[in-house]
C-alpha cells in the first residue's frame, strides 16, 4: 500500500501550476477557520468534495474517511462537554452542557473536517515535487526543498524496509502484533536491529549516491520551462482570493 | 586515459588489505568487464575508479597513483569529477534519491547545471529506450526490484558521463532487462566499466578482467571466458557452454563444430534424461481462482491464478519484474492473508481456515532484512527458540542444520561480519530450522559468486531429494534449468505456463510468454542435433567425449 495519496492524472486541478495549488491550499485554510457559520462551512465541505470528484481523488478520500469521520466525531463530542457558555441548559456532577455548545461543535468538527479535506485534496492533486518545484519558486533555497522532498523519499524506504523485517521476522514465528505488552515489547527488539543497521547503511549509501550526482547545497536549480502562470491558475488565485475575502468579511459582518 | 599502478586499500588500519597492488590502464572508449567472487575487491575498486574513495569516503588507507586525463584524482576535488564520471551502486535502491522515475532521471542532469527542458527529453529519449515510458510517472515506492534497477541506471545514463562504472547491473533484472542494459553496454559511446560475479555476458566487452582477492590476475580480451580453470580458480564459473565444449569459441557456431569434433552424443542416455517423470504424488498446496489486488489499489497483481504444487516436487517460478511471483509466493507461505477472490488449500485444507506457519518456510531475498542476533547459532536457533523448544532439542536441531549448511565453524562469529554467501546461507537455515514442509526461496542466489550459488542450491537440492518441496523465484535460467522438474511462468498476474521445464525451454513460445529466454547451452544443443540439452550435468550426460 502506498503512502502517498498523489496519483498522476490530467484533471483541472492536477494541470495547475504548483504555485497556483499551493496558494489555493493556503486560502482553503483561511476559509475554513474564517468562517463560522454552519451552512458555510457545509458549502465549502460540499465544494471540497465536489473537487475530490472533479480531480477524480475519491480513492484517497474513501481511505481517510473513516478517520476523517471519527476526528470529527471525537471534536463534536469533545466540545459538547468542554464548551464554556454563560448560560447552562444540562448539569450532572462534574458534567456541564452550555448553551450553543452544540452549534460551537458542530462548526468546529465541520472546521476541522475541511482543513483535512483541503490538506487531502492538495496531497491527492500535488506531487511532492510540485510541492518542492513551488518552494523553489517561491524563494525557498533549492538545499531546503530538496532535503524537504528527500525527508518523503526516506519515509517511504524505512516503511517498506521496516514492512519485510516484520515479514520475514513473522514467518519465523516472531509477531510483534501478538501476545502481551511484555511479548511484543521483546518481540521488537529483533525488528529493530537489522532496522537501524539498514537505516545506517542506508544514510551512508544516500549521502554518498547525492554528492556522486552532482548535489551541492549551494547548487541552484533552474526550472525554466518546468512550469508556467496560466491565465487559468491567475483566475484560480483570484477566485480563491474572491472567497477568502467573502469568508472574512461574512465573519465580521 | 586512465592509470592507475600500485593501488592498495584497506578500509581500517587493523583490517587486511582489500586491494593489493593493483595496476591498470583504460583507453577511452574501452568497455571493460570486471569478474571476481564475493569478496575480490571489486566494489571497492570500482567506488575508487568513480573517485568516491577516497574524495567522498575518506575512512580507509590508500597507497598508489591514480591519473584520469593528465590529473592525479587523489589530489582533485570530486566537483571536479562532477559529470564525468558516475558510478552505480550495488545497492542501486538506496542510490535513488527523488520520489518519482521522471525526477530521478532529471536529477543528475539539473544538478549538473542544464536546463529541464534539456534534462526532460533527454530522460524521456532514454525511458522510451529502455522501455520505462509507461512508469515515467510513476513514484519509485510502487515499482519492483528491477525496474528501481534500471532507473537507477538510467538516471547515470541521462547525465552522459564520460566514464560509466556498472557494480553488478544485472542483479535484480528479468532476462529481457538484461538484453536492454547488454544493448546499452554495446551502444555505449563512453569508457564502460562493469563489475560482476560471472563472465557470462563476456561477448559485449571488449577486455575481461578477472580479480581474486584483491589482486588482477588476467587482463585479456574475450577468450578470457573460456579459460576455465584460472576462471574456476578465482572463484567464477565460466559460460555453460564454454564448461560444455571445453574452452573458449568465438561463435555459437564455432563452439557446436568444436563439441561436435570432440563429443559424440548417446542418443540412450539422452533418452532416459529426458523422460518426463510424472510422480504420482497428491498436490501439498493447491490455488484455485486466485486473484489479489494489493490494499488502496484497483490493479489486479494476480487474476484467476489455478494451479497445484506436488508433494517433494522442485518448482521454479520465473516471469518478467512485476509479473506477481513474490507477491503470489508470499500469499502461499501466508504472509499475505486477504486474497480477494479464490482459494487456497494447504494439505487440503483452506489456509484461510489453518494457516501455514509452521508449514510453509520463506526465505527473502536479503538476507539482512531478519539477521539481528550477535551469533550465527543464535540467529539459526531463534524460531525454534521463540516456540519455546527445550534447550537440548534447539541445541542437536541447530547443530545439525549448521552442518548441512557449513557453518559449523562460524557457529560463534557475528553474521554481520560475514560475507554474503554465508549470510545467505543463515538466512536459509534460520527458517529450515522449523522444518517446514514447504520452503519459498525468494532469488535465493542474486548477489551470490558461481561457488556460493552452486553451494547454496547444492544444499537445496539435498534437501529437496529428502522429502521437502521446494518452491524457488528465480531470474536465472540456467539456475531454473539446473534445479528442479517443473517450472511456473507467469506474465501480468497470470500462468503462462505451469510443466515440465523441458517442454517450457523447447521452442520459444512459453519462453517468450513469460519474458524470459533460454540458456546458451540450450541453443547450442538445438544447434549441435536438435536436442534440448537443460544444463551442463545433463550435457556430460548425454554428449560424451570421443
Same mark, same amino acid.
Given at each position: 500500500m502506498s503512502l502517498f495519496f498523489y496519483k498522476?492524472?490530467?484533471?483541472?486541478?492536477?494541470?495547475?501550476?504548483?504555485?497556483?495549488?499551493?496558494?489555493? #491550499?493556503?486560502?482553503?485554510?483561511?476559509?475554513?477557520?474564517?468562517?463560522?457559520?454552519?451552512?458555510?462551512?457545509?458549502?465549502? $465541505?460540499?465544494?471540497?468534495?465536489?473537487?475530490?470528484?472533479?480531480?477524480?481523488?475519491?480513492?484517497?478520500?474513501?481511505?481517510?474517511?473513516?478517520?476523517?469521520?471519527?476526528?470529527?466525531?471525537?471534536?463534536?463530542?469533545?466540545?459538547?462537554?468542554?464548551?464554556?457558555?454563560?448560560?447552562?441548559?444540562?448539569?450532572?456532577?462534574?458534567?456541564?452542557?452550555?448553551?450553543?455548545?452544540?452549534?460551537?461543535?458542530?462548526?468546529?468538527?465541520?472546521? +476541522?473536517?475541511?482543513?483535512?479535506?483541503?490538506?487531502?485534496?492538495?496531497?491527492?492533486?500535488?506531487?511532492?515535487?510540485?510541492?518542492?518545484?513551488?518552494?523553489?519558486?517561491?524563494?525557498?533555497?533549492?538545499?531546503?526543498?530538496?532535503?524537504?522532498?528527500?525527508?518523503?523519499?526516506?519515509?517511504?524506504?524505512?516503511?517498506?524496509?521496516?514492512?519485510?523485517?516484520?515479514?520475514?521476522?513473522?514467518?519465523?514465528?516472531?509477531?510483534?502484533?501478538?501476545?502481551?505488552?511484555?511479548?511484543?515489547?521483546?518481540?521488537?527488539?529483533?525488528?529493530?536491529?537489522?532496522?537501524?543497521?539498514?537505516?545506517?547503511?542506508?544514510?551512508?549509501?544516500?549521502?554518498?549516491?547525492?554528492?556522486?550526482?552532482?548535489?551541492?547545497?549551494?547548487?541552484?536549480?533552474?526550472?525554466?520551462?518546468?512550469?508556467?502562470?496560466?491565465?487559468?491558475?491567475?483566475?484560480?488565485?483570484?477566485?480563491? +482570493?474572491?472567497?477568502?475575502?467573502?469568508?472574512?468579511?461574512?465573519?465580521?459582518? | 586515459m586512465i592509470e592507475i599502478s600500485g593501488l592498495k586499500y584497506r578500509y581500517k588500519k587493523e583490517l587486511p588489505e582489500v586491494l593489493k597492488s593493483i595496476n591498470l590502464s583504460i583507453n577511452p572508449g574501452?568497455?571493460?568487464?570486471?569478474?571476481?567472487?564475493?569478496?575480490?575487491?571489486?566494489? $571497492?575498486?570500482?567506488?575508487?575508479?568513480?573517485?568516491?574513495?577516497?574524495?567522498?569516503?575518506?575512512?580507509?588507507?590508500?597507497?598508489?597513483?591514480?591519473?584520469?586525463?593528465?590529473?592525479?584524482?587523489?589530489?582533485?576535488?570530486?566537483?571536479?569529477?562532477?559529470?564525468?564520471?558516475?558510478?552505480?551502486?550495488?545497492?542501486?535502491?538506496?542510490?535513488?534519491?527523488?520520489?518519482?522515475?521522471?525526477?530521478?532521471?532529471? +536529477?543528475?542532469?539539473?544538478?549538473?547545471?542544464?536546463?529541464?527542458?534539456?534534462? $526532460?527529453?533527454?530522460?524521456?529519449?532514454?525511458?522510451?529506450?529502455?522501455?520505462?515510458?509507461?512508469?515515467?510517472?510513476?513514484?519509485?515506492?510502487? #515499482?519492483?526490484?528491477?525496474?528501481?534497477?534500471?532507473?537507477?541506471?538510467?538516471?547515470?545514463?541521462?547525465?552522459?558521463?564520460?566514464?560509466?562504472?556498472?557494480?553488478?547491473?544485472?542483479?535484480?533484472?528479468?532476462? +529481457?532487462?538484461?538484453?536492454?542494459?547488454?544493448?546499452?553496454?554495446?551502444?555505449?559511446?563512453? $569508457?564502460?566499466?562493469?563489475?560482476?560475479?560471472?563472465?557470462?555476458?563476456?561477448?559485449?566487452?571488449?577486455?575481461?578482467?578477472?580479480?581474486?582477492?584483491?589482486?588482477?590476475?588476467?587482463?585479456?580480451?574475450?577468450?578470457?571466458?573460456?579459460?576455465?580453470?584460472?576462471?574456476?580458480?578465482?572463484?567464477?564459473?565460466?559460460?555453460?557452454?564454454?564448461?560444455?565444449a571445453g574452452g573458449y569459441f568465438p561463435s555459437m557456431k564455432q563452439a557446436c563444430a568444436g563439441i561436435k569434433k570432440d563429443f559424440e552424443f548417446d542418443a540412450d542416455k539422452y533418452s532416459t534424461a529426458s523422460a518426463v517423470r510424472n510422480k504420482d504424488v497428491p498436490a501439498v498446496i493447491q490455488v484455485k481462482n486466485l486473484s489479489f489486488i494489493y490494499p488502496g489499489s484497483r490493479e489486479e497483481v494476480l487474476s484467476d491464478v489455478s494451479f497445484e504444487i506436488k508433494k517433494g516436487e522442485f518448482l521454479a517460478v520465473v516471469g518478467a519484474n512485476g509479473s506477481g511471483k513474490t507477491t503470489l509466493m508470499k500469499i502461499l507461505a501466508g504472509i499475505y492473508k486477504d486474497f480477494q477472490h479464490g482459494e487456497i488449500f494447504y494439505a487440503g485444507t483452506s489456509i484461510k481456515k489453518r494457516g501455514v506457519q509452521g508449514q510453509v518456510g520463506y526465505v527473502y531475498q536479503n538476507p539482512d532484512n531478519q539477521i539481528f542476533a550477535e551469533t550465527v547459532f543464535d540467529e539459526i536457533a531463534f524460531a525454534m527458540k521463540m516456540k519455546g523448544a527445550a534447550e537440548s532439542k534447539v541445541k542437536s536441531r541447530v547443530g545439525a542444520i549448521m552442518e548441512i549448511f557449513g557453518l559449523t565453524d562460524k557457529s560463534e562469529a557475528d553474521p554481520f561480519s560475514l560475507p554474503k554467501g554465508d549470510r545467505q546461507k543463515i538466512a536459509c537455515a534460520s527458517v529450515l530450522v522449523s522444518e517446514p514442509d514447504v520452503i519459498i526461496l525468494d532469488e535465493p542466489t542474486t548477489g551470490l559468486d558461481y561457488l556460493s550459488y552452486r553451494g547454496l542450491m547444492d544444499i537445496i537440492e539435498e534437501l529437496n531429494s529428502k522429502g521437502k518441496t521446494i518452491i524457488t523465484i528465480t531470474h536465472s535460467m540456467e539456475a531454473a534449468a539446473s534445479y528442479g522438474e517443473r517450472i511456473l511462468a507467469l506474465a501480468g498476474g497470470k500462468i503462462v505456463f505451469m510443466g515440465d521445464k523441458r517442454e517450457f525451454f523447447s521452442g520459444n513460445f512459453h519462453t517468450k510468454a513469460a519474458s524470459v529466454r533460454p540458456t546458451e547451452l540450450m541453443e547450442a544443443s538445438l544447434e549441435l542435433n536438435n536436442r534440448l540439452i537443460l544444463n551442463s550435468r545433463e550435457f556430460s550426460k548425454c554428449w560424451r567425449k570421443k
Open positions: 498522476k492524472q490530467e484533471t483541472f486541478i492536477h494541470r495547475l501550476d504548483p504555485r497556483a495549488k499551493i496558494i489555493s #491550499l493556503i486560502l482553503l485554510f483561511a476559509i475554513a477557520a474564517a468562517t463560522r457559520l454552519v451552512y458555510l462551512q457545509l458549502i465549502l $465541505t460540499a465544494g471540497l468534495l465536489a473537487l475530490f470528484f472533479a480531480s477524480q481523488s475519491l480513492e484517497p478520500l474513501r481511505r481517510m474517511a473513516a478517520l476523517f469521520l471519527t476526528i470529527a466525531f471525537m471534536t463534536f463530542t469533545l466540545w459538547i462537554f468542554f464548551y464554556e457558555g454563560s448560560v447552562k441548559i444540562f448539569s450532572a456532577g462534574p458534567i456541564v452542557i452550555y448553551k450553543g455548545a452544540v452549534y460551537f461543535a458542530v462548526i468546529s468538527a465541520l472546521r +476541522f473536517i475541511n482543513l483535512l479535506l483541503s490538506g487531502l485534496l492538495y496531497l491527492s492533486t500535488a506531487s511532492l515535487e510540485d510541492l518542492s518545484d513551488s518552494m523553489v519558486l517561491f524563494g525557498v533555497p533549492y538545499r531546503v526543498a530538496f532535503t524537504f522532498s528527500l525527508s518523503f523519499r526516506l519515509v517511504s524506504v524505512f516503511a517498506s524496509t521496516g514492512s519485510a523485517i516484520v515479514e520475514a521476522q513473522k514467518v519465523r514465528g516472531n509477531d510483534p502484533e501478538k501476545g502481551g505488552l511484555f511479548a511484543r515489547i521483546k518481540s521488537y527488539a529483533p525488528l529493530l536491529v537489522p532496522l537501524i543497521i539498514n537505516g545506517v547503511k542506508k544514510a551512508e549509501i544516500l549521502t554518498l549516491a547525492l554528492e556522486s550526482k552532482g548535489f551541492a547545497p549551494d547548487n541552484k536549480i533552474n526550472l525554466t520551462g518546468k512550469h508556467s502562470m496560466k491565465p487559468y491558475d491567475i483566475m484560480v488565485i483570484c477566485l480563491m +482570493f474572491a472567497l477568502t475575502t467573502a469568508a472574512i468579511a461574512a465573519r465580521f459582518a | 574501452e568497455k571493460i568487464l570486471i569478474a571476481g567472487k564475493n569478496g575480490a575487491g571489486k566494489t $571497492t575498486l570500482s567506488k575508487i575508479l568513480s573517485g568516491i574513495i577516497p574524495l567522498l569516503d575518506k575512512r580507509g588507507e590508500l597507497e598508489g597513483q591514480y591519473m584520469y586525463g593528465g590529473d592525479e584524482v587523489f589530489n582533485l576535488k570530486y566537483a571536479d569529477l562532477k559529470g564525468k564520471m558516475a558510478l552505480l551502486f550495488q545497492d542501486f535502491e538506496g542510490q535513488i534519491v527523488s520520489t518519482s522515475v521522471r525526477e530521478e532521471l532529471i +536529477f543528475y542532469p539539473m544538478n549538473l547545471g542544464k536546463f529541464y527542458r534539456e534534462s $526532460t527529453g533527454r530522460a524521456e529519449n532514454l525511458a522510451e529506450q529502455f522501455g520505462m515510458l509507461p512508469l515515467f510517472d510513476r513514484s519509485i515506492s510502487s #515499482l519492483s526490484g528491477g525496474e528501481k534497477q534500471k532507473t537507477a541506471i538510467l538516471s547515470l545514463l541521462s547525465a552522459s558521463p564520460e566514464i560509466l562504472i556498472l557494480d553488478e547491473p544485472m542483479t535484480d533484472l528479468d532476462p +529481457f532487462s538484461q538484453d536492454m542494459i547488454l544493448e546499452m553496454i554495446k551502444g555505449y559511446r563512453g $569508457t564502460l566499466i562493469v563489475f560482476e560475479q560471472s563472465v557470462d555476458f563476456y561477448a559485449c566487452f571488449d577486455r575481461i578482467i578477472v580479480m581474486n582477492d584483491g589482486l588482477i590476475i588476467s587482463d585479456a580480451g574475450k577468450e578470457t571466458a573460456g579459460d576455465i580453470k584460472m576462471l574456476e580458480g578465482a572463484g567464477i564459473g565460466a559460460p555453460e557452454v564454454f564448461r560444455a
